[in-house]
């Protein structure tokens, strides 16, 4: 079995290596993946959406719908643990949810968790002018909570984040998400067409707010789904 | 550089598939995450390369060792 | 087969295909649930690897547009795989998070994570499989 498995390795590498032949050069400007629509991106980003940064317009603006539906990809993932795991009994919380009871990581975490989430809040708004954007800032806001609930224990941590709080705020991201592009709709315009929003600016500046609205929904939404399946796995799903 | 972060990468992959202490396993994941967001970086994609950082080497490495501590922690191969 | 092409100009694809075949031997050959779930995450970790290689441009830089490069598509790196590869990273550990509460309920079922064992004890529930 185990000879098979190998032996459908070593052929499936040597079709790769015989396909990786015709892949076009390592760092080549004129490859055809770099032709036709990414240089219409590059050289329309400022002019279109005021935003510096290709990628975020790229992701929120251009290919606004692939991210509205990942983002409720991530939302189902977090339903599909909680159907999976959660039980009504109750249980004990494991040895990594309990307080760790030493000094020094307790400080030392309670002095981070601030530290980390202004940076996290720095990352998601200044997604258009720098690398960051509305995944990366939920994500950091996400691991604050996380290591609270490893270090500060699971009872005290809850002060910070409720455990019943995390599957609505992920479907309030979603939400803002499917809100913005419904608005876009209403005033006339296609759904998540960001030069539609009634907020009286000119339509580059619109489609800056835009994304700026979206990646906020983005990150309430990867935060909400992240400390949700965390609680749903450290609990393995009974109530505390 | 970047070949030699390759070699690491692949390295790391391929310890963290051979112990049989699944705590040290995913430690080695959370490596071999960190090493291939550093790659990204290295080849110009930023975005990517802390997206990788933050998700791979720290969410999806806290959430194999909470997993891990509800099953077994030793495996046989 | 063209060797040298590959080793040339084009090895770093050849250091992705390793990294590909390593991630599927770990799903395939090895027969604990969770050195499955390692392999799934070194797989996905080559497959953005290789979205990443191909939109790398020499001498280009970040693609955040600034003063000193203008506007000129040849001086940034290609973009579109980057924002394809965001979200696969998302989804790939929102897939982790459902693989390992999957874990956790079989192993609450049927006390091992083995695959052996597991196959063992799916014949002894079910005596017809």
Same mark, same amino acid.
């Given at each position: 079995m185990k000879a098979l498995a190998l032996l459908v390795l070593g052929a499936l590498g040597l079709v790769l290596l015989a396909a990786g032949a015709g892949l076009p050069l390592y760092g080549d400007p004129t490859a055809p993946a770099s032709q036709h629509v990414s240089d219409d991106y590059v050289r329309g980003s400022m002019v279109d959406a005021h935003t510096p940064n290709v990628v975020t317009t790229m992701i929120a603006d251009y290919r606004g719908f692939d991210t509205l539906g990942e983002t409720m990809v991530v939302f189902s993932a977090g339903l599909a643990c909680m159907l999976l795991l959660r039980m009504p009994e109750r249980g004990r919380i494991p040895t990594l949810g309990r307080p760790k009871g030493n000094v020094i990581t307790d400080i030392v975490t309670r002095a981070m968790i601030p530290v980390i989430q202004l940076f996290a809040l720095y990352v998601v708004f200044h997604g258009h002018y720098s690398p960051g954007g509305g995944f990366q800032g939920g994500a950091l806001i996400a691991t604050t909570v996380l290591l609270a609930r490893m270090v500060l224990g699971f009872e005290r941590s809850q002060a910070l984040f409720p455990t019943a709080l995390g599957t609505p705020l992920g479907l309030a991201g979603v939400a803002i998400y499917a809100g913005v592009g419904f608005v876009a709709l209403l005033f006339g315009g296609n759904a998540l067409d960001y030069s539609y929003l009634p907020l009286g600016l000119p339509k580059d500046m619109l489609r800056n707010w835009g994304i700026l609205f979206v990646e906020i929904g983005v990150a309430f939404g990867v935060m909400g789904t992240l400390v949700s399946i965390f609680d749903d796995l450290l609990t393995g799903g009974r109530r505390a | 550089m970047i070949a030699l972060l390759f070699v690491v990468a692949i390295v790391a992959a391929l310890v963290a598939l051979q112990m049989t202490d699944l705590l040290a396993a /995913?430690?080695?994941?959370?490596?071999?995450?960190?090493?291939? !967001?550093?790659?990204?970086? !290295?080849?110009? !994609?930023?975005?990517?390369?802390?997206?990788?950082?933050?998700?791979?080497?720290?969410?999806?490495?806290?959430?194999?060792?909470? !997993?891990?501590? =509800?099953?077994?922690?030793?495996?046989?191969? | 087969m063209d060797l040298t092409a590959l080793v040339t100009g084009r090895w770093p694809y050849l250091f992705t295909i390793v990294l590909l075949l390593i991630g599927l031997y770990g799903m395939m050959v090895k027969q604990n649930l969770m050195k499955k779930v390692f392999g799934l995450n070194i797989f996905q970790g080559a497959i953005i690897l290789f979205f990443?290689?191909?939109?790398?441009?020499?001498?280009?830089?970040?693609?955040? %547009?600034?003063?000193?490069?203008?506007?000129?598509?040849?001086?940034?790196?290609?973009?579109?795989? =980057?924002?394809?590869?965001?979200?696969?990273?998302?989804?790939?550990? /929102?897939?982790?998070?459902?693989?390992? /509460? %999957?874990l956790i309920r079989i192993y609450r079922t049927f006390g091992t994570i083995d695959e052996k064992d597991l196959l063992v004890r799916l014949r002894d529930e079910d005596p017809q499989q």
């Open positions: - | /995913a430690a080695l994941l959370s490596v071999f995450s960190f090493v291939v !967001a550093l790659l990204y970086g !290295a080849l110009g !994609a930023v975005d990517v390369g802390f997206n990788e950082a933050v998700l791979g080497a720290g969410v999806t490495g806290v959430l194999l060792v909470v !997993a891990l501590f =509800h099953t077994r922690r030793r495996s046989v191969d | 990443i290689v191909h939109a790398y441009k020499h001498g280009a830089t970040v693609p955040v %547009l600034d003063d000193i490069s203008g506007t000129d598509p040849a001086r940034y790196v290609n973009p579109i795989p =980057h924002g394809l590869m965001l979200t696969a990273i998302v989804v790939s550990v /929102a897939t982790t998070g459902v693989a390992l /509460a %999957l």
